[in-house]
């Protein structure tokens, strides 16, 4: 007979299976699923660091056991909603604004710059 305890692992490992990539070495030292919800407000991931913004998401998803929330340019909307469904989880676009980001880096060619952004929510699947 499965105690709720063990049907309640098999369900978190099946989930984690279904997520595949969510389930790497990702370098967080803490388990999966240990925080009921993530906020998060990854860099955008352009120029030096393309892609990295899906990391910070991915690495968010899998550290939470019910919601991601997640600012990213909206123009990456498209694509991310795909990339969370891919993992087996939900989003959902629950803000858009604008972000004035200043000249902080070498690579900044003008004084400042407003970047439309998502606040995005993801429903993390068990």
């Not at 709720?4 to 099946?14: G, T, V």
């Not at 909206?74 to 989880?89: A, H, I, N, P, Q």
């Amino acid at each position: 007979e499965i105690s709720k305890s063990d049907a309640a692992s098999s369900a978190r490992l099946e989930t984690a299976k279904q997520m595949g990539s969510l389930v790497s070495n990702d370098g967080i030292p803490f388990q999966t699923n240990c925080v009921d919800t993530v906020l998060t407000n990854p860099p955008f991931g352009t120029k030096h660091n393309a892609g990295i913004d899906v990391t910070f998401l991915r690495t968010a998803c899998r550290l939470a056991r019910k919601k991601v929330y997640s600012f990213h340019k909206s123009s990456t909307r498209d694509f991310l909603v795909k990339k969370v469904r891919e993992w087996g989880c939900e989003a959902e676009v629950v803000a858009q604004m604008r972000f004035d980001i200043p000249n902080m880096y070498k690579f900044h060619k003008m004084k400042s710059v407003d970047v439309d952004v998502d606040l995005i929510c993801v429903s993390v699947n068990q």
